[in-house]
């Protein structure tokens, strides 16, 4: 099955590196001319750098263009980036922030199409067809995560289960008794389900599951073989944001070396966050979209805040798109703790090497005076948890200095008691910061 070669839309994801250029730069002059004539919003930006639509020609003009950010999404709440008449509008999805206000997406029935047909894309190249059992976990509602994977689900013709997260045991009963093939959620919840089937007697055996697409959230590869090993399958990264119609911007395919960008819908820019310079093919920078076929709620260089690679070399499924790497962080969520750039990631990547840990922890920051302080909370094994004081010792100063050679700086570890820290039924919880630094 791994070697089969998967495509839901053979043409455009195999598609000559030069005729995606051409598709490319037709829709972008399209979309510009849209955006500029239905967004007064955007409109005053591109006149305050006194662009109209006739200097963009092709992508080589991208450039030019202003970046659009959260700042402007929240400026123009609800309705001042809206490129359609509310009356061609079906469908709106919002962010899960809950501090100030919500980003709003909107939807034509064309742009739920697109939206459901870059999913239908992942979960094809996850191996998914219409004999497959699809069962959804990701939040339903608001968030985009269930709907966007479910319509996805639809058009592959796949038997789709309408989970949406929670119950965990009752979504191990049905997973079991319709013989699910397939599972999307976050991969914390995906972890959580894998160790509730083990609780419960079970094993991989026990069940049918063969792929999982698991996204919405940052995740190593220690973390993905965790849950491949808990689950007996091959777990699929996916990604996107509301801001661009939610998850399916891009998808992995069985190589498992980055992300495909549905690059027919979205171009994708690296940039310094800084200057906002366009970096080279490798560089490491913050992702910038355009979506060059949206029509309700199209954004023309987004700046999504998360800091990735991309690259186009030659991949062995015979995709030509655009490859990113996984999200290495964010450019808005990085803790800076006493002085030092802090990556939860990086945090997670060590305690994955510790046979004895487990991936779930917290990280908690606060400061005392002027001092911070950095507590990283780390659940231990069941088997751990029986063992000598001696033994648990050594467990955490391996992993306080593990993180002090990764970091360069000390943190306190405390080893808890396995299960104890509240599970996550959509995004993990993983840091808690209470030094009100804002
Ligand atoms: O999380 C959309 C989504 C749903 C993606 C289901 C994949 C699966 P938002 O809530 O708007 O949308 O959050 C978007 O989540 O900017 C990234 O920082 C992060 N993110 C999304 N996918 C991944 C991933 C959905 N695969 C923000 N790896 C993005 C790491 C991810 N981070």
Redesign the pocket.
């Known amino acids: 099955m791994a070697s089969e070669k998967r495509y839901w839309n053979k043409e455009i994801e195999c598609m000559p590196r030069e005729e995606m250029i051409k598709l490319q730069n037709e829709r972008l002059v399209a979309q510009v001319k849209h955006v500029y004539d239905n967004v007064p919003y955007y409109r005053e930006l591109m006149k305050k750098r006194g662009l109209t639509p006739d200097d963009i020609r092709s992508i080589d003009d991208l450039h030019k263009l202003p970046f659009l950010t959260k700042a402007d999404l929240r400026d123009a709440y609800p309705y001042g980036l809206l490129a359609k008449p509310l009356e061609d509008c079906v469908r709106i999805q919002s ?2 922030g809950t501090t100030g206000k919500r ?1 709003v997406a909107f939807y034509t029935q064309h742009d739920l199409d697109l939206w459901e047909d870059c999913c239908a894309r992942a979960i094809v190249a996850a191996g998914g067809s219409n004999k497959d059992v699809c069962q959804v976990c ?1 939040g339903y509602g608001l ?3 269930g709907p ?2 479910n319509g996805g689900s639809h058009k592959v013709g796949c038997l789709t289960l309408p989970m949406s997260s929670g119950n965990t045991e009752r979504q191990i009963q049905f997973m079991m008794d319709l013989g699910s093939t397939i599972l ?1 959620c ?1 991969p914390s919840y995906a972890a959580y389900i894998g160790e509730t089937l083990h609780d419960m007697g079970y094993s991989p055996d026990d069940i049918k599951l063969k792929a999982g ?7 190593t590869e220690e973390m993905r073989h965790e849950i491949e090993r808990l689950l007996g399958i091959k777990a699929y ?7 661009t119609s ?4 891009s998808f992995e395919c069985e190589e498992q070396t980055g ?1 495909h960008i549905n690059e027919d819908h979205f171009i994708a820019e690296i940039i310094d966050p800084d200057t906002g310079e366009v970096l080279p093919e490798g560089s490491k920078g913050e992702l910038v979209f355009t979506s060059i076929t949206k029509e309700a709620f199209p954004l023309l260089r987004y700046r ?3 800091i990735c690679v991309l690259t186009r070399e030659k991949c062995s499924c015979g995709r030509t798109l655009v490859k990113m790497s ?2 290495m962080g ?1 450019t808005d ?1 990085m803790l800076i703790i006493k002085g030092v750039n802090v990556f939860p990631s990086q945090i997670e990547s060590v305690l994955l090497k510790m046979s004895n840990a487990t991936p779930n922890y917290q990280i908690v920051v606060d400061r005392v005076g002027t001092t911070d302080t950095f507590e990283i909370l780390v659940e231990i094994s069941d088997d751990m948890f029986s063992d000598t004081v001696k033994t648990v010792e050594e467990l955490s100063k391996k992993i306080s200095s593990d993180i002090q050679s990764i970091l360069g700086i000390r943190a306190k570890i405390k080893l808890v008691e396995p299960k104890s820290i509240p599970r996550s039924e959509g ?1 993990a919880v993983r840091v808690i910061d209470k030094r009100k630094l804002v």
Request: aromatic content about 14%.
């Open positions: 962010t899960s980003v990701y968030f985009t995560g966007g994977l999307c976050t697409i698991f996204g919405a959230e940052p995740w990264d996916i990604y996107g944001l509301t801001e939610g998850p399916g911007v992300m999504t805040r998360d996984k999200p964010r969520d995004k």
